[in-house]
């Protein structure tokens, strides 16, 4: 959201269970059910007349009371699956499309064309910040990020309280959705527009800059196990490093050593033995005060490729 304090708790809706409201049914569960209740009462109406057949035909594949119960097990389950539908849609965290937009409409935030669902999520979530008429950081990340949240995927905004920053100064940094990181001209000249004199607070200096983007790339071999799928677990770890990439793409949060090596050289079943890397930390590193790319308060790093070769142990 952004770099600063806000005033509410940042909840991370992406950790939040799932309600327990929603039902985890099974297919099979259900139809076990059915067809155990189906049986009793059969038997229960054989003991009180005896003149009805016994139900015999349980193992044939032509059962027609197996058939029966697994159509109407289906329809149960489209039932079920329409109520837990409803449960999500009633949350900002789970609710999707035309549901999200009626969430969001509870804070006063509106889709805005070409707006996806993550984005809206999150500034809705911001919108309490917005609510303040002395003036927040979440709520300037708000009004910018309103203010072209297609193009925008984060705004963050200092105060003097960050070295460069003057008394006065209320300085909004923006991230770009772009692959590059920046920010389109449109966008920049409509964020600055969301701050006529006339809204802004009290002495407050706005100043709309766009962050310092600092590319890096991964590249590394893998020193793998004997007898690992090589190009299974390559593809594993660059799907690891591809998200420790995006989770580290937001201004302020510095790419480190330790989160690289992590992302690319963690794998649970113990098959990649080692890691040499070339790019973006090489040579020898100090584990005391191990580098790091950005984390400055005005900086973004940004990934622009990511390259696994592997080197595979002879089996034995």
Avoid at 7 to 17: D, E, G, K, M, T
Avoid at 129 to 155: F, H, T
Avoid at 209 to 224: C, G, K, R
Wanted: aromatic letters at 8%; charged letters at 15%; a negative charge.
């Amino acid at each position: 959201m952004t770099a600063a304090a806000t005033r509410f708790a940042q909840i991370n809706l992406q950790n939040l269970p799932r309600p327990a409201a929603i039902d985890g049914y099974t297919f099979d569960a259900i139809l076990a059910a059915r067809q155990q209740y189906f049986l009793g009462v059969w038997a229960a109406q054989v003991a009180s007349n005896p003149s009805l057949p016994t139900y015999n035909v349980a193992n044939l594949k032509s059962n027609p009371g197996f058939w029966l119960q697994s159509v109407d097990t289906y329809r149960e389950g489209l039932v079920r699956a329409r109520v837990n539908e409803a449960v999500l849609a009633t949350s900002l965290a789970f609710a999707r499309e035309d549901d999200l937009d009626v969430i969001a409409a509870n804070s006063s935030t509106e889709r805005a064309p070409g707006e996806g669902d993550e984005s809206l999520r999150a500034r809705a979530q911001l919108a309490f910040e917005a609510l303040s008429i002395g003036g927040s950081y979440g709520g300037y990340d708000y009004m910018a990020w309103s203010a072209a949240p297609v193009d925008i995927a984060q705004a963050a905004t200092y105060g003097h309280e960050v070295a460069g920053v003057a008394l006065g100064e209320v300085r909004i940094v923006l991230l770009g959705t772009a692959a590059t990181g920046a920010v389109p001209p449109s966008a920049l000249k409509a964020v600055k527009e969301a701050f006529p004199r006339n809204l802004r607070k009290t002495n407050d200096n706005i100043n709309i800059v766009t962050a310092n983007l600092v590319d890096y790339s991964i590249d590394a071999t893998l020193l793998l196990a004997p007898g690992a799928d090589a190009a299974a677990v390559q593809a594993a770890q660059w799907t690891q490093a591809a998200a420790y990439a995006s989770a580290r793409r937001m201004i302020a949060a510095p790419v480190d050593f330790g989160g690289v090596m992590a992302a690319i050289g963690a794998n649970a079943s113990g098959l990649v033995q080692g890691v040499v890397m070339r790019q973006p930390f090489s040579g020898t590193i100090d584990l005391a005060n191990p580098p790091a790319i950005g984390g400055g308060p005005f900086d973004a790093p940004i990934c622009t490729s990511i390259s696994l070769s592997y080197s595979q142990g002879a089996s034995t």
